[in-house]
């Protein structure tokens, strides 16, 4: 899909240049594909929405005190007792749909992120550790590992929310449990490859400090195929939060996530009131779609088989 | 409309006969939500059982309309001085539909089988508990003698319905399926049964009371909602019942369907916490402020109902001001739900020593009554309105009522429906100080208490008067209410639909009677 394939060369991926630096080359390489692009304009357009919701939004849908029943199921543009118009409508609780897709977006972003972020540092300890010692160590990491990722995600984190109960801080962890297994098996997989290459015996054979060697040298030789994981990721790990509180086990329902507006707008979709549902499904496809377009162009970058 | 061939042939030689009054060879097809667990009118006391077992079968007395107690089959009551010895006069004109009369001998039947019956999961047995002897003075007259003193006799006995002396004893409820044992004195008899599908009743034309408009009906049951929806607007069946609240605007506004909205006795309520000097779901203060009557009159003030009536529940049910709506035994037409006033609300907040609110988590269920979760929101809502920090947490059902009866919450939804035509148990299971022993209270899971309250409905489950324990019941929803020991919210609507040319009235205990249903015409 990318604009070069348009055109039929017979190496579609250009060498390197010589002398350039690794980051440049990947902004390069990324503004070849306008998918992968207008993907980065969408993330970075519903991140800034995410961030700025409270100074853009019309109106604080977590503030009970500032909603009014009377406004509830309004369709898109009605305007309501206060005067207020609800471009996208109002949901069941009267709240503005606009207003809740912001901060629903701020949720499911943050979560997802939040979440992504400390899987992947307890990824990478444990991917690191199994790869670097190998033997005993190695194995017991990776059959937990193997263990945990014969669990459907879902099945993982249902029970662990019926445990813990609801809450921000509950689904975050439910999410760290859900995916730091996948991390450590790539982490695994990139450091074994990069453990056999003949600058870390170099280093061995320096006498260099373990941690050095693992931090200093493997460590970053195993990020590229990390960022590409850690951007799926997060997709992946927002479309379970969305799925858990769709199920109604996520989010408290005065803090709506997209999920969670889904859920509630669910039950009046057979009465024609669509917009409760339908604008923060598109809300959570747009997100979703964004964080794969991104996530893939930087996949097919950072591969070394497409490099060559 | 769906016809068969037999009810079309049927109908063609009706209409042969009796060309001028098509109504009568009418037959319709009815889907009800819920199917009874048997057709044995015996088995359980439950809501399904009870409505089907209606249609076909008659009771000594039954609820009126207006409250209390109307004849049925026994036509006048007395109870002697000794308050042990009841005397039941009954009706000389009723048969079977076998043909055979009814006598005082089948009530005894009846109600000695009712002792009988095996593995009922809410069994008629309780309501003959108390009954030491039965026995027929002459064919129409019957004595009842009790081994206490049973005010609610009538509510006892007089609701088991009377199945025929014929069918002999040791008939088990299964068999009623088969009809050869479903022999009543009702409107309707039965015809056929096909459980998990339809059960077909036809008009009993010898019946002592006002004879149905139509030749036959057939009560297909069909739990989903939508299915049952759909089925409607098919054209399949000519009226379902328990329509789903949120298709309620789109159903009144279709050509050709008729919605009928009734409040039912089910009343939905917010429960305050005031069994301690803390509350589990409060911050912002040490104190327990809903032992403070002029909080719970301030929460009381700040919910708008009418909005919730309106906005939530669809138009469907009434604002409530306490258990029992008009109709029902111990109504108390003096209270009429609190007035919405926010303004007032603020200034009892501060004159209670909050004048900055405090922090509160409300709870409720979110899958057990019509829109549940949005109804806990709401209030939620409202009470933000007047200064509370409130923070909302709904729960499905059966995580909810567990919490709820340990007492984790401080203030919750609830729901009671009455079941029996009058208020004495709603107050007694729901607001009488708690006390296990007695089995008052079972449901006081704030643990209200008030120790007039209790004397006075002491009071009434001891009286034989009906006059003076309605006065009585009516005096203790009065001292509850004026206290704010709950904020009942609303009583939750009934909704049914029915195809035009079709008129469903409902009645006071909400159920989907095909006795209730007539032709327009």
């Known amino acids: 899909m990318t604009i070069a394939s348009v055109t039929p060369t017979p190496n579609p991926a250009p060498p390197a240049i010589e002398g350039e630096a690794p980051w440049r080359r990947v902004v390069r390489e990324f503004a070849k594909s306008w998918t992968a692009m207008f993907g980065l304009l969408l993330l970075v357009l519903v991140v800034l929405i995410a961030i700025f919701a409270p100074l853009l939004s019309p109106q604080n849908p977590y503030d009970l005190a500032s909603l009014s029943i009377m406004d509830n199921r309004l369709p898109p543009g009605e305007t309501g007792w206060g005067g207020m118009t609800y471009v996208l409508g109002t949901d069941g609780q009267g709240r503005d749909m606009l207003s809740a897709i912001m901060y629903g977006l701020r949720i499911s972003l943050g979560v997802g992120v939040v979440s992504c972020t400390i899987a992947l540092f307890i990824g990478l300890a444990a991917g690191l550790a199994a790869a670097y010692f190998g033997g005993r160590v190695d194995t017991i990491i990776m059959r937990i590992v193997d263990l945990h990722l014969s669990f459907p995600a879902i099945l993982i984190a249902l029970i662990l929310l019926a445990v813990l109960g609801r809450g921000i801080d509950k689904i975050i962890i439910a999410l760290i449990v859900v995916q730091w297994a996948t991390f ?24 260099l400090p373990q941690w050095k060697i693992v931090f200093g040298h493997l460590l970053p030789n195993c990020m590229p195929p990390m960022m590409v994981i850690f951007t799926v990721e997060i997709a992946s790990a927002i479309a379970l939060e969305a799925t858990l509180s769709f199920l109604g086990v996520g989010l408290p329902i005065t803090q709506p996530s997209l999920g969670l507006l889904i859920s509630n707008g669910f039950q009046f979709i057979l009465s024609g009131q669509y917009w409760i549902s339908v604008y923060p499904g598109i809300a959570l496809l747009v997100l979703i779609v964004a964080i794969n377009l991104v996530g893939d162009q930087l996949r097919d970058i950072l591969n070394p088989r497409n490099a060559q | 409309m769906k016809t068969t061939l037999r009810t079309l042939a049927l109908g063609t030689a009706f209409a042969a006969l009796m060309a001028g009054s098509p109504a009568l060879a009418q037959s319709l097809t009815v889907a009800l ?31 009126s309309d207006t409250g209390g107690f109307a004849p049925s089959l026994a036509t006048e009551w007395s109870v002697a001085e000794d308050e042990l010895t009841w005397t039941f006069s009954l009706r000389d004109d009723v048969t079977f539909h076998d043909g055979s009369p009814f006598t005082a001998d089948d009530v005894i039947f009846s109600v000695e089988r009712v002792a009988a019956i095996e593995n009922s999961p809410a069994p008629f047995a309780q309501r003959v508990a108390n009954i030491a002897s039965i026995t027929a003075l002459d064919d129409y007259t019957i004595e009842v003698v009790t ?8 509510n006892d006995l007089g609701t088991i319905y009377i199945v025929s002396d014929e069918i002999g004893d040791g008939v088990g409820s299964d068999q009623f399926g088969f009809g050869d044992a479903a022999i009543g004195t009702g409107a309707y008899r039965f015809v056929s049964y096909t459980p998990g599908d339809r059960l077909v009743i ?17 009560i297909r049951f069909i739990s989903s909602d939508a299915s049952r929806v759909a089925s409607l607007q098919a054209g399949e069946v000519d009226m379902i019942d328990a329509v789903p609240p949120n298709d309620l605007d789109r159903l009144r506004a279709l050509d050709g369907v008729e919605v009928i909205s009734a409040a039912s006795a089910r009343m939905v309520y917010m429960g305050f916490d005031q069994g301690g000097e803390t509350t589990p779901m409060v911050t912002g203060t040490d104190a327990n402020p809903f032992l403070d009557r002029r909080v719970r009159e301030a929460l009381a003030l700040a919910i708008d109902r009418q909005a919730i009536v309106s906005r939530i529940q669809f138009d469907s049910g009434e604002p409530a001001g306490q258990f029992g709506p008009e109709g029902i035994f111990g109504h108390n037409p003096d209270l009429a739900p609190t007035e919405y006033n926010p303004e007032r609300a603020r200034e009892l907040l501060a004159e209670a020593g909050y004048p900055e609110g405090f922090g509160l988590t409300v709870h409720g269920p979110n899958d057990r009554y019509i829109n549940d979760g949005i109804v806990t929101q709401t209030v939620g809502q409202m009470w933000a309105q007047i200064g509370l920090d409130v923070g909302v ?13 340990a007492r984790e919450f401080s ?21 009488a100080t708690f ?53 009942p919210l609303y009583w939750e609507g009934n909704n049914w639909a029915v195809r035009a040319g079709l008129v469903f009235t409902p009645s006071p205990d909400g159920r989907s009677l095909m006795t209730n249903l007539s032709s327009a015409d």
């Open chain 2, 393 to 405: 947490e709904t729960l499905p059902f059966n995580v909810y009522s567990p919490r709820a009866t």
């Open chain 2, 147 to 154: 081994t206490d003193p049973a005010p609610t006799l009538l």
């Open chain 2, 435 to 487: 006390d296990e022993a007695r089995g008052w209270g079972s449901n006081n899971r704030f643990r209200y208490s008030n120790a007039e309250f209790d004397e006075t409905l002491g009071a009434a489950f001891a009286e034989f008067d009906e006059a003076e324990r309605e006065r009585l019941l009516q005096e203790a929803a009065r001292i509850a209410m004026e206290d704010f020991a709950i904020t």
């Open chain 1, 184 to 207: 450590a098996r790539t982490v695994r997989g990139a450091a074994l490859a990069e453990r056999r290459k003949e600058y870390i015996e170099a280093a061995q054979c320096l006498g």
């Open chain 2, 33 to 63: 939500q819920a199917e009874p667990s048997s057709i044995d009118p015996q088995f359980a006391t439950t809501g399904q059982n009870q409505q089907i077992a209606l249609n076909m079968f008659d009771t000594l007395v039954r609820f």
């Open chain 2, 202 to 218: 036809a008009r009993n034309d010898a019946y002592w009371g006002d004879v149905p408009d139509f030749e036959e009906i057939a």
């Open chain 2, 411 to 431: 203030a919750f939804l609830f729901s009671f429906g009455i079941t029996t035509g009058e208020t004495s148990l709603g107050l007694r299971n729901v607001l």
